[in-house]
């Protein structure tokens, strides 16, 4: 028999080197280099063309039994998985720590299971008694939730082939689990992997919704092995601030819906509670128009968020080198927007320090907002709020032009909803679209439009105003 090689797994980014070495040649991070013994070399030269069993096929056009999803009793949960959970699907969930993952979970665990669904809860992190005495701060006590605390996933896995197939598996957290098959520590890139694809497969071949929660690193990114994350069918992103009582629960990876989709909660004293109307959220305290404060209606896959944007100009008087602040946008989109305001509008912003910020902690990726960052930066500049009840939207380019952006009626339809008049941004790109700009929304004024070609007329606009 062959003898098998020693090879080294880093435990960062999963590369595989031949000797031990304390820095990875790869990710250049320190001491993350593990042992991993591999397979013999002959498994590895060994023929698979023959003595394995004849796998079955199926038509995709063949009749067949349709998956019906299982609502989770949140709707805000169900918006952001595409309209619930898919029975025999594997979600993967990661968010910093204490921002709710597990305060999550146990509510829609307990709703499911007040509903009559069987739900098990997988605790390696707590005690059950630390589990149950959440439940009851959050008034879930009553719920039939079948709680442990194991780690092994071979104890887990027995106990739950001589029961019933639970509707919901929650295991918290994967990083937690280990398999006596692997060497290594719960944690390590091999046990990570190994523990999931044996859950997995459970899930896959019960018809058990699975829910693994997985650590981040410092940097916000799910920590073990890249390869988990294909593993499973939904990647998950629970995220937040501290400073702030909202949280945004955000589909990375959706086999089953749309990853744009997004789900908003609100951290309360009794747990998380779905915000139905998210932009309520962002725009409170709007009573008197200010300088330098903006609306902009953003976009989250199919539901329209209104969120304020804040800008701040500060003149230097001592020539020193003026700072640039950015909290909920891009830094280099907004260096690119200042230089287009100075070279096509002449605007002086080079001796101002420059301070932007989105409102409510919300962050901004959306190309559209760079006309409701401009309309700020120059009301900021001039001193002058912009008009009351107003909406901005569009892309720039660095021409100075404003280009139209995507479902620019649906973005209108929400402003006026929420009790906006007026709304600034690009030539619509369909005659529908236009048609329907000039409709009030239920119970509303009807919307004034006004269209912007060049970025010189949004400058007009705000310095011409009163």
């Not at 459970?202 to 693994?212: H, I, P, S, Y």
């Not at 900021?380 to 660095?398: M, N, Q």
Request: proline share 5%; with cysteine.
């Amino acid at each position: 028999m062959a003898k098998t090689k020693k090879r080294y797994i880093c435990q960062a980014c999963g590369s595989v080197s031949h000797r031990w070495q304390g820095q990875c040649a790869d990710c250049a991070e320190w001491n993350t280099l593990s042992e991993d013994v591999p397979a013999t070399v002959f498994s590895l030269k060994h023929d698979l063309s023959s003595g394995g069993r004849s796998v079955r096929f199926v038509a995709l056009d063949a009749p067949g039994e349709v998956l019906q999803r299982r609502p989770t009793g949140l709707a805000e949960f169900d918006r952001a998985l595409g309209g619930g959970l898919v029975p025999g699907s594997a979600i993967l969930m990661g968010g910093d720590p204490g921002i709710g993952k597990s305060t999550l979970l146990l509510q829609a665990a307990a709703k499911i299971a007040r509903a009559g669904g069987e739900t098990v809860y997988v605790s390696g992190e707590e005690a059950a008694g630390q589990v149950r005495l959440r439940a009851a701060r959050l008034g879930l006590a009553d719920a039939p939730i079948k709680l442990a605390a194991a780690t092994s996933v071979r104890d887990i896995l027995t106990t739950l082939n001589d029961m019933e197939p639970p509707a919901l598996l929650v295991t918290d957290s994967i990083q937690t689990m280990h398999s006596d098959t692997i060497e290594g520590a719960p944690g390590t890139v091999s046990q990570v992997r190994g523990c999931a694809f044996e859950l997995i497969r459970f899930a896959k071949e019960r018809g058990t919704v699975l829910v693994l929660v997985g650590h981040v690193t410092k940097d916000g990114s799910i920590a073990g092995p890249r390869v988990l994350e294909h593993m499973v069918d939904v990647v998950m992103s629970f995220e937040g601030e501290r400073s702030h009582q909202y949280r945004i629960l955000r589909a990375l990876k959706n086999r089953f819906g749309a990853v744009d989709e997004i789900g908003v909660f609100a951290m309360a004293g009794a747990g998380l509670e779905e915000v139905s109307n998210p932009s309520m959220l962002f725009l409170s305290g709007r009573e008197a128009p200010l300088a330098g404060s903006s609306v902009f209606p953003a976009l989250e896959g199919t539901r329209p968020v209104l969120v304020e944007i804040q800008a701040l100009i500060v003149r230097l008087q001592s020539g020193a080198t003026p700072r640039r602040a950015v909290v909920g946008w891009d830094s280099g989109r907004l260096a690119m927007l200042l230089a287009v305001l100075e070279s096509r509008c002449g605007l002086n912003f080079s001796s101002a320090e420059v301070y932007l910020n989105v409102a409510g902690g919300y962050r901004l990726s959306d190309p559209a907002a760079d006309v409701a960052v401009a309309a700020a930066l120059v009301s900021a500049l001039a001193d002058k709020p912009l008009p009351s009840g107003s909406a901005w939207f569009g892309e720039i380019s660095l021409a100075g032009e404003i280009r139209p952006v995507a479902h620019a009626g649906l973005r209108l339809r929400e402003s006026a909803k929420l009790g906006f008049d007026k709304g600034f941004g690009p030539v619509a790109s369909g005659t529908q679209e236009t048609a329907e700009f000039g409709k009030p929304a239920a119970n509303s004024p009807r919307f004034n439009y006004q269209t912007l070609y060049q970025l010189s007329n949004l400058v007009d606009q705000i310095m011409s105003s009163a």
